[in-house]
C-alpha cells in the first residue's frame, strides 16, 4: 500500500512540473507570436513614413525602358538615355563635343574595345574601361546612334541611310565592386550590351553625347550626367564614333603603369613608373606597344597618334622620329596602348598633371616647353627678333646722329711755313 502512494505521490509531483513546463512554453511562444505582429506592424508604419532603412540595403534593378520621343529631322537628340530604341533617321548626333582636358571628371571613358554581335541583328556587346574618381554605380546608361548603311562600318555614313537611337547598359565585370569608394581615382571595367533593329555589321555605331546619362548607384539612387561633365581620354573620343571598328577583346588583360614621369631623349618620349599589379604581366621586355598619344595640332585640335614604344622594365620609350608630337603630362595621363598581337591594354597614370606643352620627334626634338596659358615658340620667336631689329636701327640711328669734329682751317699752317722761310 505505502508503495502505491509513493507512486501516486510522484506521477502527481510530475504532472505539475510538465503543466508548468507546458505552461511556460506556450507563454513564450505566445510572446514570440506578439513580438513578430509588433515589428511587422512597426515596418508598415515605417514604409508609409517613409522611413523604413531596410529599403537603402535592396537590390537596385535595372530601370524599364520608357517612350521614346522621334526627335525632329535636322534637330539634335534629347530624351532619357533609359527611353526604349526608336527611329532617328535625319536627326543630328553628337552636336555636343567630347571633352579632352578634364582630368578630374567623376567618370571618364579610358577605352572601348571588345564590340562583337552574334548574329548582327538583335544583341550586341562592347566592354568600356571607365575612370572613375566617386563611387563605382551598379549601372551607366548612354545613347547610342546606329546608322544602317549597305557600306562597310568603319566608313564615314553621315547622315546617309536609316537612322537608329538605342539605348545601351553597362555594369561592372566585377560585380562586387558597385557601391565601392573610388573617390582616389580607379580604372573598372564595365560590360555593356544594346540591341538593334537591323544588321550592326554593316552600320555604324556611335556614342550620342547629347542624351544625358542614367547612373544609377549601388543604393538605388538614380541621377543624370551630362557629358560636359565627362572626359575621353586616350583616343576614346575617336573609338566613340565608331564602336563597331573597336574589336580588340583584350584577353591577357589590361595593366596600369602608375607614378609615371616624362622624358624627351632625341626623338624619343620616355616614359617611367611601376604597375599597380604585381603579378606576372604579359607584356615582356622588347615588346612593342602602340601608344596613343594626345597631340596638339596647329589649330589648336588635339588627335590622338598611334606611336609605336618599346617596353623595357616598366618604361616605354616611344619613336616620334616620324611624327612631331605636341603634348603634356596632363594629356598622356589615362592614355592607353595595346600589344603588337593586340592581346594586352597598357594604360598610363602621371604622377604629375602638368599641363606645359613639350615637343618631340618630327622636324624638332629639342624637347622644349611652354605654358598652355603663355605664348608659343613662334611668338616668342617674333618677339626676339623684332627686338633684334630695333636694336640694329637704334644703332644706325645714333651713329648717323653723331656731330661731327670741326674742320683744321689751312690758311693758318701756310702762314706758319711763309714765317719759316
Not at 505539475?16 to 507563454?27: F, G, I, P, R
Not at 585640335?301 to 623595357?312: G, H, K, N, V
Not at 602638368?354 to 618630327?362: D, E
Request: charged fraction near 20%.
Amino acid at each position: 500500500m505505502r508503495n502505491i502512494l509513493s507512486l501516486l505521490f510522484f506521477c502527481l509531483i510530475f504532472q505539475n512540473v510538465l503543466l508548468a513546463k507546458l505552461s511556460k512554453y506556450q507563454e513564450t511562444k505566445i510572446g514570440m507570436f506578439l513580438n513578430q505582429v509588433k515589428k511587422i506592424n512597426e515596418r508598415k508604419l515605417r514604409k508609409l513614413e517613409g522611413t523604413d532603412s531596410t529599403e537603402d540595403t535592396a537590390e537596385p534593378t535595372l530601370p524599364e525602358q520608357g517612350n521614346f520621343t522621334k526627335p525632329t529631322p535636322g534637330q539634335a537628340e534629347s530624351g532619357d538615355a533609359t527611353a526604349a530604341n526608336g527611329d532617328a533617321t535625319g536627326a543630328l548626333v553628337s552636336t555636343k563635343s567630347k571633352g579632352k582636358g578634364n582630368k578630374k571628371a567623376a567618370i571618364q571613358f579610358s577605352k572601348f574595345y571588345g564590340f562583337h554581335s552574334p548574329s548582327g541583328t538583335g544583341p550586341f556587346y562592347f566592354n568600356v574601361l571607365f575612370y572613375l574618381i566617386r563611387i563605382v554605380p551598379k549601372w551607366i546608361i548612354f545613347r547610342l546612334r546606329i546608322t544602317y548603311n549597305s557600306r562597310l562600318r568603319n566608313l564615314d555614313l553621315g547622315d546617309a541611310g536609316t537612322a537608329e537611337s538605342a539605348r545601351s547598359d553597362c555594369t561592372p565585370a566585377d560585380t562586387d565592386m558597385p557601391g565601392n569608394d573610388a573617390t582616389g581615382g580607379k580604372s573598372v571595367k564595365f560590360n555593356c550590351n544594346a540591341t538593334s533593329t537591323g544588321n550592326v555589321n554593316n552600320a555604324k555605331v556611335e556614342v550620342n553625347t547629347d542624351v544625358d546619362m542614367t547612373i544609377v548607384e549601388a543604393n538605388g539612387t538614380t541621377t543624370k550626367v551630362g557629358f560636359e561633365e565627362v572626359n575621353f581620354n586616350g583616343d576614346a573620343a575617336e573609338d566613340a564614333e565608331n564602336l563597331g571598328a573597336a574589336t580588340d577583346q583584350f584577353e591577357g588583360g589590361f595593366y596600369t603603369l602608375i607614378n609615371s614621369k616624362s622624358s624627351v631623349e632625341g626623338n624619343y618620349l620616355v616614359i617611367k613608373g611601376t604597375f599597380s599589379d604585381l603579378r606576372r604581366l604579359d607584356i615582356s621586355n622588347g615588346a612593342t606597344i602602340n601608344m596613343g598619344i594626345p597631340n596638339h595640332k596647329d589649330n589648336d585640335e588635339i588627335t590622338t597618334d598611334s606611336i609605336p614604344c618599346t617596353y623595357e622594365s616598366s618604361s616605354l620609350r616611344c619613336d616620334a622620329s616620324n611624327t612631331k608630337i605636341v603634348t603634356s603630362d596632363q594629356d598622356l595621363h589615362l592614355c592607353s596602348g595595346k600589344t603588337a598581337d593586340n592581346n594586352t591594354l597598357l594604360q598610363i597614370e602621371m604622377s604629375d598633371l602638368n599641363s606645359n606643352t613639350f615637343t618631340v620627334g618630327g622636324s624638332s626634338s629639342s624637347g622644349y616647353y611652354k605654358s598652355s596659358s603663355g605664348l608659343s615658340g613662334g611668338a616668342i620667336a617674333g618677339i626676339v627678333i623684332a627686338c633684334v631689329v630695333v636694336l640694329v636701327a637704334a644703332t644706325v640711328a645714333a651713329v648717323m646722329l653723331r656731330k661731327p669734329t670741326p674742320p683744321i682751317e689751312n690758311t693758318t699752317v701756310v702762314d706758319l711755313k711763309t714765317d719759316n722761310l
